[in-house]
Nanobody
């Protein structure tokens, strides 16, 4: 499975961005998909996940502002980010989980990773 993330950029606080993660080599519907982020000097942290059945989960820090969605026909997962804050600045990574079981919140439970896309939110 190859994952290609895109859509990062520079935005002012309060603005919006939409990240995309295009998957190839596997039908998206067979995978759970997640977004993580890593700020400079910090560990990679969970942002959001969408399970195979469409259930979604969010970190408390982004709940109500970010929305994850999947388009199985396009084999693409999206992360719509609204009301962005400077503390959202990070490299954002998409990840795919093919195994069942294990928490969706931990990086070690994901099997495939895309390259990061950088989001910078200015104050």
């Amino acid at each position: 499975v190859q994952l290609q993330a895109s859509g990062g950029g520079l935005v002012q606080a309060g603005g919006s961005l939409r990240l995309s993660c295009a998957a190839s080599g596997r039908t998206l519907s067979s995978l759970a998909m997640g977004w993580f982020r890593q700020a400079p000097g910090k560990e990679r942290e969970f942002v959001s996940t969408v399970k195979r059945n469409g259930d979604t989960y969010y970190a408390d820090s982004v709940k109500g502002r970010f929305t994850i969605s999947r388009d199985n026909a396009e084999n693409t997962v999206y992360l719509q980010m609204n009301s962005l804050k400077p503390e959202d600045t990070a490299a954002y990574y998409c990840a795919a989980k093919e195994k069942y079981g294990g928490s969706y919140y931990y990086t070690h439970n994901y099997d495939y990773w895309g390259q990061g896309t950088l989001v910078t939110v200015s104050s």
